[in-house]
């Protein structure tokens, strides 16, 4: 057992009983973390499916499929500064349990949904449920790991995510090719039961002895905010028009809302996030460098299931298939990139991480409708790769500069500024693609009637569906189609790979290069004895 270094009087953080059993531990956390990820990842795969006309899917548009993730996505961010702050007081083993039963029932209720509508709200009540569940599992890891080993931990815990990205392609391949469209929801509720029984018995309860009061008012700031600022670029994309009326005052209302959220957190005397935690360079860097990094992929993430399926005309198993070597890449290197930060420090790996993965994204410009597999195979896995060498610091950054206390605060901190990077990303990025896509496939829907014209444009699933309709005479419009979605996910893709430059350029600028040996990076997270309080 790893003993701090200090006065005699010093007592190990971690009491021996956790201490023995911490990476049984690690891997109930990682369990209960896999459902949230590869629920995300199954939807991925399942949204042609879901685009698909009745019975087969639910009709969505691409706006209502934009929806569909990013209720999820809005609320967990929304709801992770509340989740964090009540983890750090009333319990973290208690908010996880919470977390998860709630996103087993959402995940119940979405595969009954009989619209769009229906699947967008119970998509969000499963983003609640997510809320309590990931700053949860990150924050009862740093309690039970002595520091030395937090970034071990880490790097299987991110490493984690890789395993969900692959499990829940196949596994979404596997149920749709099956069952219905919903199996991919209804497949959580077994694994979320045995997730609860394994951490009711497994997973030890922690808190902090000082805990401050919630805030309510930035929770409702953040969400109103965030859903106004997304809303607005949505729609912007639905309409071609980011110049209407109702998109600038949505866009200009959510930033002035986040604007008022900061104003109201730096004066507040119980801040949902303490914006002092910002005045560290190191601490910033790495925060953005997780919302880049998320903001690029998911974007990409978001087209590549229609680039696969539509375009290539490859099934929702052989997509998911695809997709495992991104996956691979990340369970083979998060675990190690401790190994790579010790050798050449946080700047040096986070740095060519980020250009990695700016590589990978702009290969997507390079794809045509004939790209070999082996190709796709391998930008995945170069986009895996560095995911796997910036994800595991910048985590471990954000976590260590942070009391162990505060554990919950500094999970959510984190998990906040991924999901919203992420939520961004997919709206942004969706909105150019849409863009994009609608103004190259106008100029060959002249010969159709004007109610099908506007509804071929929307997206490249309604313009293959009207074709099919058409019958031989819509092969034309397949074609152009093909190509306009092509041309779309061309320019999409070079703006997500602008975007990793920029994350390149920060870590580059703020984290801390290789330390002298045998220093240690950090000042929050220190080994000294914790009151009794704290772990109750």
Request: one cysteine or more; a neutral charge.
């Amino acid at each position: 057992m790893s003993i701090p270094s200090g006065p005699p009087a010093a007592v190990p953080r971690v009491p021996e009983a956790i201490h023995r059993r911490r990476w049984v531990i690690l891997t109930v956390l990682m369990f209960s973390l896999l459902i949230v990820v590869l629920d995300n990842s199954i939807l991925n795969v399942a949204v042609k499916t879901i685009a698909s006309p009745s019975p087969t899917g639910l009709g969505a548009t691409q706006s209502e499929l934009e929806w569909a993730i990013n209720s999820y996505t809005l609320v967990f961010a929304g709801l992770l500064f509340t989740a964090g702050l009540l983890g750090d007081r009333i319990g973290r083993k208690k908010v996880l349990l919470f977390g998860i039963l709630l996103f087993g029932i959402g995940s119940a209720l979405a595969a009954m949904s009989g619209s769009p509508g229906e699947l967008i709200t119970w998509r969000a009540v499963m983003g609640f449920g997510a809320a309590f569940v990931m700053p949860a599992t990150l924050a009862i890891l740093m309690n039970v790991f002595e520091r030395d080993e937090q970034p071990k931990a880490i790097g299987i815990w991110a490493g984690s995510v890789g395993l969900g990205i692959a499990i829940g392609p196949i596994t979404g391949g596997l149920l749709l090719e099956h069952f219905w469209w919903g199996s991919i929801f209804l497949v959580n509720v077994p694994v979320v039961v045995v997730a609860l029984i394994a951490m009711a018995v497994l997973v030890p309860d922690s808190r902090d002895p000082k805990p401050g009061r919630i805030d309510p008012l930035g929770v409702v700031l953040s969400i109103v905010g965030l859903v106004l600022l997304v809303f607005g670029i949505i729609r912007g994309g639905e309409l071609a028009d980011f110049g209407d009326a109702v998109v600038l005052l949505s866009i200009i209302g959510g930033l002035v809302v986040l604007a008022g959220f900061v104003w109201h957190e730096k004066r507040s005397s119980h801040p949902a996030i303490d914006i002092t935690y910002f005045k560290n360079g190191a601490f910033s860097a790495a925060v953005a460098a997780v919302a880049l990094v998320f903001f690029a992929l998911m974007g990409v993430t978001f087209f590549s299931a229609f680039y696969l399926q539509s375009v290539r005309g490859y099934s929702a198993l052989q997509s998911g298939l695809l997709i495992v070597p991104l996956a691979a890449a990340q369970m083979i290197f998060a675990p190690r990139a401790r190994l790579v930060v010790e050798r050449f420090g946080s700047r040096a790996v986070c740095t060519a991480g980020m250009l990695l993965v700016a590589v990978g994204l702009s290969a997507f410009a390079l794809f045509d409708a004939s790209t070999p597999i082996w190709v796709m195979c391998l930008v995945f896995f170069v986009q895996g790769t560095g995911m796997a060498h910036v994800m595991p610091p910048v985590t471990v950054a954000v976590m260590q500069a942070l009391p162990r206390e505060k554990a919950g605060s500094g999970s959510a901190i984190n998990n906040t500024f991924r999901q919203v990077g992420g939520a961004l990303g997919i709206a942004v990025l969706g909105s150019v693609l849409s863009t994009v896509y609608r103004g190259d496939i106008e100029g060959h829907l002249g010969a159709l009637p004007a109610a099908a014209r506007d509804a071929a444009g929307e997206s490249i699933e309604a313009t293959l569906g009207i074709a099919e309709k058409l019958g031989p005479a819509g092969a034309p419009l397949v074609g152009a189609a093909n190509d306009a979605f092509i041309s779309a996910m061309h320019v999409t893709a070079l703006g997500s790979a602008c975007v990793a430059l920029i994350g390149a350029l920060v870590v580059g600028i703020f984290l801390p290069g290789r330390p002298p040996a045998g220093q240690r990076t950090g000042h929050g997270n220190d080994d000294r004895a914790v009151p009794a309080g704290a772990r109750r």
